[in-house]
């Protein structure tokens, strides 16, 4: 029994073991306050950092996060690039080895296309590389990330390894996404008070957990992170079965 975990109103039998978070609200964030929205992704990359050691003391394996949508690129350039440059500079550069030192496997997940800098897509191959065998966390940045994008890429590369139609199935298509080990998502977050999906982990979260917050994401910190977990335990998962099939057969909460 883990006495931390209790203490805090957390049943440790029934820890999710994939939390996905749509990190929103920078903007308004910072536009309250007076700032440029750019300071909003600035404060944001903070609370990336606190939620990321939220996510170490809970335990848990995956740790999944929406830093850049493809469809973000319609944004002013200065904001594009000023986003580009908090995720190589900060996260890729200033925090690396601190997550590293945290024992997090850092992965990435979206296109590498044409608008990706090389330097990044550089940057981000050396913190795959540097925390490869770490055995905390895995924390993966969705990044030029979008669902409808994967599935796509993920149909595009089964096309190309000349599968039998009849042989296409779930699974099939499932070893072609961006990180074919990473389990589905039981617990999906939103901040800011939105209550949409915004092209994120479309397939992944058939049977996520969804729980949306008021907090604005650079508010946001480890506690709203069991605050979440906290709502997700109280939910009956069912995956299509009755109630009662669940008591019976123990189903994975
Ligand atoms: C989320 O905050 C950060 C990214 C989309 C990269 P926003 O920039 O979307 O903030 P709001 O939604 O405009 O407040
Ligand atoms: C989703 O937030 C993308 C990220 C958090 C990276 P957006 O702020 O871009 O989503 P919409 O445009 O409000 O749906
Ligand atoms: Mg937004």
Redesign the pocket.
Known sequence: MDVALEGDGLDPRRMPRHVAC??????????KRGLP?TE??RA?EEALLDATKGAVELGLEWFTV????TE?WR?PHE?VRF?LGVIADDLLTRRRDELHGLGVRIRFAGRRDWRVPKWILRRMDETVELTRHNKGTTLTVAFNYGGRAEIVDAARALVASGIPAAKVDERALRRHFYLPDMPDPDLFIRT?G?YRI?NFLLWEIAYSELVFLDV??PDFRREHLRQAVREYQRRERRFGRTGEQRDQEGLPS
């Open positions: 749509v990190m929103d609200g920078n903007g308004r964030w910072a536009t929205r909003g992704h944001g929406y830093a850049f949508s973000n944004r904001e986003l800011s939105e915004s604005l994401w």
